[in-house]
C-alpha cells in the first residue's frame, strides 16, 4: 500500500519528505493546481529544499515545451515536478514515489485516488500527502475525502472510494446530458470493472477484453428523456450501444440498433444521430488498438501507434500542422477551424474519422464512421 498522510501543510514536512525521496534517488511529483501561482511554489521549493532540480508543468504551456519537460523528467534529468492535474492519467514513471498535493480539500474523492495512482509504480515504498491549509477551516465534505482517501489506500480499493464519493455527491443521473467528475467519462459499473480488471492484472489473472479507449470529444452525443422518457430504456439502449461499438460485434450492429430506435420511438433527434456516429467512430479507434482520441488545447491526440515515415508524411501532407511524437507513440493534429469556430458534433466527427483513415489506410474503412 501507498503510506498516505492528510494534515495541514508545513514547509519543515514538505522538506523532509523531498529530501528523504532524494537520498533513495527518487523522485517527487507535487501538484499545485494554480497556473497562476505555480511558478511562485516552484520557486519557494527551490528555497526549501536548494539541492533539488525543479521543474514546472501545466496545461497553457506550448505542447513542444510541455512534452519535453515530461521526457526530461521521465529521463531523470528533474527530481521534482511541480504540475497541475495534467499528470492525473497517462503517466507512468516508476522512479518517482513521492507526491505531495497542495490544498487537498479543493480536489474531488476521484481525483485524489486518481493522482494517487501516480506514485507506487515500482518496488520502492511509495508516499503519498495531502496537505491543506491550517489557517483555513476544512468543511465537512472536505474532511470526509481526506478522510477516506486516508482510510483507503490498498490495491483495490477504488471500489470503496468510489462507493463514498458517490455516498458524499450523491449518485446524480448517470442517463441524461448533465453529467460530471469520472461517473460522466466512463460510468459507475464500468468504472469498478476497470478496477476489477487492474487488480487482477496485479495479481497475474489474465483479464478478459481489450483497453479501454479514451475517447473525448466536444460533442452533444446522448439519449434525450423527451425522445425516450424511460430511465430503464434509455439505459438499455446505452448498453446495446456500447456492445455494437465492440470490434468483436458484427459490422451492421450499430445500424441495428438505430433502426431499433427508430422503429420505437421515431427520428432519432441530432443528440442520438451523434451518439450514433460517435459509436461508429469508438468501433474505429478500438479496431485501430488505440487508447486515447482526445481534444485539448485546439488540437486532437491520437495515441499509441507507431507510424513509418511514408505515413507521417502524407498524414502532414493531408492534415497540415500534423505532428508525431516518438516518444508517446502519438499524434497531434490542430483542429479545423470554420468562420472562427472550432468544428463540433456530427463535422467533427466525421473529420476524426477521416484523420484515423489516413493513419491506419485499409484497415479502417470509411463507411464505418459515416452517420
Given at each position: 500500500?501507498?503510506?498516505?498522510f492528510?494534515?495541514?501543510?508545513n514547509?519543515?514536512?514538505?522538506?523532509?519528505?523531498?529530501?528523504?525521496?532524494?537520498?533513495?534517488?527518487?523522485?517527487?511529483?507535487?501538484?499545485?493546481?494554480?497556473?497562476s501561482?505555480?511558478?511562485?511554489?516552484?520557486?519557494?521549493?527551490?528555497?526549501l529544499?536548494?539541492?533539488?532540480?525543479?521543474?514546472?508543468?501545466?496545461?497553457?504551456?506550448?505542447?513542444?515545451?510541455?512534452?519535453?519537460?515530461?521526457?526530461?523528467?521521465?529521463?531523470?534529468k528533474?527530481?521534482?515536478?511541480?504540475?497541475?492535474?495534467?499528470?492525473?492519467?497517462g503517466?507512468?514513471?516508476a522512479?518517482?514515489?513521492?507526491l505531495?498535493?497542495?490544498?487537498?480539500?479543493?480536489?474531488?474523492?476521484?481525483?485524489?485516488?486518481?493522482l494517487?495512482?501516480?506514485?507506487?509504480?515500482?518496488?520502492?515504498?511509495?508516499?503519498?500527502?495531502?496537505?491543506?491549509?491550517?489557517?483555513?477551516?476544512l468543511?465537512?465534505?472536505?474532511?470526509?475525502?481526506?478522510?477516506?482517501?486516508?482510510?483507503?489506500?490498498?490495491?483495490?480499493?477504488?471500489?470503496?472510494?468510489?462507493?463514498?464519493?458517490?455516498?458524499?455527491?450523491?449518485?446524480?443521473?448517470?442517463?441524461?446530458?448533465?453529467?460530471?467528475?469520472?461517473?460522466?467519462?466512463?460510468?459507475?459499473?464500468?468504472?469498478?470493472?476497470?478496477?476489477?480488471?487492474?487488480?487482477?492484472?496485479?495479481?497475474?489473472?489474465v483479464?478478459?477484453?481489450?483497453?479501454?479507449?479514451?475517447?473525448?470529444?466536444?460533442?452533444?452525443?446522448?439519449?434525450?428523456?423527451?425522445?425516450?422518457?424511460?430511465?430503464?430504456?434509455?439505459?438499455?439502449?446505452?448498453?446495446k450501444?456500447?456492445?455494437?461499438?465492440s470490434?468483436?460485434?458484427?459490422?451492421?450492429?450499430?445500424?441495428?440498433?438505430?433502426?431499433?430506435?427508430?422503429?420505437?420511438?421515431?427520428?432519432?433527434?441530432?443528440?442520438?444521430?451523434n451518439?450514433?456516429?460517435?459509436?461508429?467512430?469508438?468501433?474505429?479507434?478500438?479496431?485501430?488498438?488505440?487508447?486515447?482520441?482526445?481534444?485539448?488545447?485546439?488540437?486532437?491526440?491520437?495515441?499509441?501507434?507507431?507510424?513509418?515515415?511514408?505515413?507521417?508524411?502524407?498524414?502532414?501532407?493531408?492534415?497540415?500542422?500534423?505532428?508525431?511524437?516518438?516518444?508517446?507513440?502519438?499524434?497531434?493534429?490542430p483542429?479545423?477551424?470554420?468562420?472562427?469556430?472550432?468544428?463540433?458534433?456530427?463535422?467533427?466527427?466525421?473529420?476524426?474519422?477521416?484523420?484515423?483513415?489516413?493513419?491506419?489506410?485499409?484497415?479502417?474503412?470509411?463507411?464505418?464512421?459515416?452517420?
Amino acid at each position: 500500500p501507498i503510506l498516505t498522510f492528510v494534515g495541514p501543510y508545513n514547509d519543515k514536512q514538505v522538506g523532509a519528505a523531498i529530501r528523504r525521496e532524494l537520498l533513495r534517488e527518487g523522485q517527487i511529483f507535487f501538484v499545485h493546481n494554480r497556473v497562476s501561482s505555480i511558478n511562485r511554489v516552484a520557486a519557494q521549493l527551490a528555497e526549501l529544499v536548494p539541492e533539488a532540480r525543479i521543474a514546472v508543468a501545466h496545461g497553457q504551456l506550448p505542447e513542444h515545451v510541455l512534452e519535453q519537460v515530461m521526457v526530461d523528467f521521465w529521463e531523470r534529468k528533474f527530481d521534482v515536478l511541480v504540475s497541475t492535474t495534467i499528470i492525473e492519467t497517462g503517466l507512468d514513471i516508476a522512479n518517482a514515489n513521492t507526491l505531495i498535493i497542495d490544498r487537498a480539500d479543493k480536489y474531488g474523492l476521484s481525483q485524489l485516488h486518481q493522482l494517487r495512482g501516480r506514485v507506487g509504480r515500482g518496488r520502492e515504498r511509495a508516499y503519498a500527502y495531502f496537505l491543506y491549509d491550517a489557517d483555513k477551516p476544512l468543511g465537512e465534505v472536505a474532511h470526509d475525502r481526506l478522510a477516506t482517501i486516508a482510510a483507503n489506500n490498498e490495491l483495490g480499493a477504488g471500489m470503496q472510494v468510489a462507493l463514498k464519493d458517490l455516498e458524499i455527491r450523491g449518485a446524480g443521473n448517470l442517463l441524461g446530458g448533465e453529467q460530471s467528475g469520472h461517473i460522466a467519462g466512463v460510468g459507475f459499473d464500468l468504472y469498478l470493472r476497470m478496477i476489477g480488471e487492474a487488480v487482477s492484472t496485479f495479481r497475474g489473472e489474465v483479464a478478459e477484453g481489450q483497453t479501454e479507449l479514451r475517447l473525448e470529444l466536444p460533442v452533444d452525443a446522448h439519449i434525450p428523456e423527451e425522445y425516450v422518457e424511460s430511465e430503464r430504456l434509455r439505459l438499455e439502449a446505452y448498453q446495446k450501444l456500447s456492445t455494437a461499438s465492440s470490434p468483436m460485434a458484427s459490422v451492421d450492429a450499430i445500424d441495428h440498433v438505430l433502426e431499433e430506435l427508430t422503429d420505437r420511438y421515431g427520428e432519432p433527434p441530432v443528440q442520438v444521430q451523434n451518439l450514433i456516429a460517435v459509436s461508429r467512430l469508438r468501433r474505429m479507434a478500438q479496431k485501430a488498438g488505440l487508447s486515447e482520441v482526445v481534444t485539448a488545447g485546439g488540437n486532437l491526440r491520437v495515441a499509441s501507434m507507431e507510424l513509418a515515415d511514408s505515413i507521417q508524411i502524407r498524414l502532414q501532407r493531408m492534415f497540415p500542422g500534423a505532428r508525431y511524437f516518438a516518444q508517446t507513440h502519438s499524434v497531434s493534429v490542430p483542429l479545423p477551424v470554420r468562420q472562427g469556430i472550432p468544428l463540433a458534433d456530427a463535422d467533427l466527427i466525421e473529420w476524426t474519422g477521416q484523420l484515423l483513415v489516413a493513419i491506419f489506410g485499409a484497415e479502417l474503412k470509411v463507411e464505418e464512421v459515416s452517420a
